[in-house]
């Protein structure tokens, strides 16, 4: 059981250092996303054709310095774009894309500063003479909307995510713990979620371990006393003379 319980302990350690090691190396560059999965083409935008999504909240503690949205261009060279990000009627950032991108490929449209805050709609113009694919799913976004120059509201949302400088995956854990708090009671901290999750680990642990023990204790024979005297009186050899009285000697007198 002693040896098992250590294997038990060095694998939980290993596992423990393996994930604060790739937490540390591995980075993400990703801010945040509308939800919207680009399961197909949201709008069809035209030549001298505009879309707009609004309204957009950017989560708070959070900025992000670049827009990204995957487009196609039916085999075709992608048109040039303005892309432009307003707050309420405020133009913050008017971003001017060059043609020629591929078909399929995701426009990644650099801001120049960091963008934070609520009331924010990213709107993109087709500046060229051939449509252009804006890729996203249906009604995905509760708390936003698609309109086509000035027009009614669609029932899609673009696929849109928003980028920022990479930064490790650890350095993500409080910001994890803090929106994992959204429908909590004001009087739970954060910190409370992290005691949860390493009772957690610990719990399981405890579980494997106490499995251990019992399939060791429920091992046949492994508690049988052993045998008095050794393994002679155990099981006679074949040698040994047969239990029992003496046999009778014939006598040669007779």
């Given at each position: 059981m002693?040896?098992?319980?250590?294997?038990l302990?060095?694998v939980?350690?290993?596992?423990v250092?393996?994930?604060?090691?790739?937490g540390?190396?591995?980075r993400?560059?990703?801010?945040?996303s509308?939800?919207?999965?680009?399961?197909?083409?949201?709008?069809d935008?035209?030549?001298r054709?505009?879309?707009?999504?609004?309204?957009?909240?950017?989560?708070?503690?959070t900025?992000?310095?670049?827009?990204?949205?995957?487009?196609?261009?039916y085999?075709?060279?992608?048109p040039?774009?303005t892309?432009?990000?307003r707050?309420?009627?405020?133009v913050l950032?008017?971003r001017?894309?060059?043609?020629?991108?591929?078909?399929?490929?995701?426009?990644?449209?650099?801001?120049?500063?960091?963008?934070?805050?609520?009331?924010?709609?990213?709107?993109?113009?087709?500046?060229?003479?051939?449509?252009?694919a804006?890729?996203?799913?249906?009604a995905?976004?509760e708390?936003?909307?698609?309109?086509?120059?000035g027009?009614?509201?669609?029932?899609v949302?673009?696929?849109?995510?928003?980028?920022?400088?990479?930064r490790?995956?650890?350095?993500?854990?409080p910001?994890v713990?803090?929106r994992a708090t959204?429908f909590?009671?004001p009087?739970?901290a954060p910190?409370v979620?992290?005691?949860?999750?390493?009772?957690?680990?610990?719990?399981a642990?405890?579980?494997?371990?106490?499995?251990?023990?019992?399939?060791?204790?429920?091992?046949?024979g492994?508690?049988?006393?052993?045998?008095?005297g050794?393994?002679?009186d155990?099981?006679p050899?074949?040698?040994?003379?047969p239990?029992?009285?003496?046999?009778?000697?014939?006598?040669?007198?007779?």
């Amino acid at each position: 059981m002693r040896r098992a319980g250590t294997v038990l302990a060095a694998v939980v350690a290993a596992g423990v250092l393996l994930l604060v090691v790739l937490g540390a190396v591995k980075r993400d560059d990703q801010a945040f996303s509308l939800g919207a999965p680009p399961s197909g083409v949201a709008v069809d935008l035209k030549p001298r054709q505009e879309a707009c999504q609004a309204p957009i909240a950017v989560p708070d503690g959070t900025d992000f310095d670049q827009v990204r949205l995957p487009v196609g261009t039916y085999t075709k060279p992608g048109p040039a774009l303005t892309v432009t990000v307003r707050r309420g009627r405020d133009v913050l950032v008017r971003r001017r894309v060059a043609a020629g991108y591929r078909d399929g490929s995701t426009l990644r449209v650099d801001t120049g500063r960091s963008i934070g805050g609520r009331d924010l709609s990213v709107c993109l113009r087709n500046d060229g003479t051939v449509p252009l694919a804006l890729y996203g799913s249906g009604a995905a976004v509760e708390s936003s909307q698609l309109r086509v120059d000035g027009g009614d509201d669609a029932i899609v949302d673009l696929a849109l995510s928003f980028g920022r400088e990479p930064r490790s995956l650890l350095s993500l854990v409080p910001d994890v713990l803090d929106r994992a708090t959204l429908f909590r009671s004001p009087r739970l901290a954060p910190a409370v979620y992290l005691l949860v999750l390493l009772v957690l680990v610990l719990g399981a642990a405890a579980l494997a371990a106490t499995a251990l023990r019992r399939a060791e204790e429920d091992v046949p024979g492994r508690d049988a006393p052993a045998p008095a005297g050794g393994a002679r009186d155990a099981e006679p050899g074949a040698g040994d003379a047969p239990a029992g009285p003496a046999a009778a000697v014939p006598d040669a007198r007779d």
